[in-house]
């Protein structure tokens, strides 16, 4: 079946602007999660949800950057006022549930702020 | 604080040679451990998961991972190499603490010679 997608797979903007980041879960799964990689590093967690709601946001760098899941499907993140160091591949991952349940990635989004 | 940690940037074996990717971790309660698979320009693939029982877990393209509860450890191995086998890996554990975020190590690139 489909796995999970991201849309753009490629997104250059200039600093200051603003941009918007889609992901399609897997059909059926319940939980949604955003992480941020940056060159050289690992996955780090942004936000978190289950179903509509988001359950853990602890991970977002500052208000400029906020996710939605109005329907408990897509998500998208949004970013303000982009700056430079925003730039990084943003993963999309979802799960059929909660707890040890395996989740999937998406093939990313690199961002890169001029 | 929940962690994992990679000890090694890099492994290097010869195709046909066995490999062990280490990983060790630090959590509250259970640990429930992961490895991931990331190729160039593509986001994580799912390899294996330990959540409990069996300490020796089989996941994908014939790789494993042994739980070592006594030294927090969770290495990945594979018998024969593949110099298809060539990708960077990824250790996670899951916060057992706040949410079901995923807590990442810094990755390990595997290079198989022929």
């Known amino acids: 079946g489909a796995g999970v997608s991201q849309t753009p797979s490629n997104k250059v903007t200039e600093k200051g602007k603003y941009v918007e980041l889609r992901c399609d879960p897997i059909?059926?799964?319940?939980?949604l999660y955003w992480y941020r990689q940056s060159l050289g590093q690992g996955p780090e967690f942004l936000i978190y949800?289950?179903?509509?709601?988001?359950?853990?946001d602890s991970g977002l760098p500052n208000d400029r950057f906020f996710a939605v899941r109005p329907e408990g499907s897509v998500s998208t993140l949004k970013i303000q006022r982009t700056e430079r160091g925003d730039s990084a591949v943003y993963l999309c991952?979802?799960?059929?549930?909660?707890?040890?349940?395996?989740?999937?990635f998406g093939p990313g989004t690199r961002l890169t702020v001029l | 604080a929940q962690s994992v940690a990679q000890p090694e940037d890099q492994v290097n074996v010869a195709e046909g040679n066995p490999l062990t990717v280490k990983c060790t971790y630090s959590?509250?309660?259970?640990?429930?451990l992961f490895w991931y698979v990331q190729y160039p320009n593509r986001g994580l693939q799912f390899l294996l998961k330990y959540i409990t029982g069996d300490n020796l877990v089989k996941g994908s393209y014939g790789f494993e991972a042994e739980f070592n509860k006594s030294q927090t450890s969770f290495h990945l191995k594979k018998p024969s190499a593949l110099v298809s086998d060539s990708a960077l890996y990824f250790c996670?554990?899951?916060?057992?603490?706040?949410?079901?975020?995923?807590?990442f190590g810094t990755g390990t690139r595997l290079q198989v010679f022929p």
């Open positions: 991952a979802s799960s059929l549930g909660t707890g040890p349940d395996t989740q999937y």
């Open positions: 949800f289950q179903g509509t709601g988001a359950a853990d």
């Open positions: 996670a554990v899951r916060d057992n603490v706040n949410t079901d975020k995923l807590i």
């Open positions: 959590v509250s309660g259970n640990p429930y």
């Open positions: 059909s059926g799964h319940t939980a």
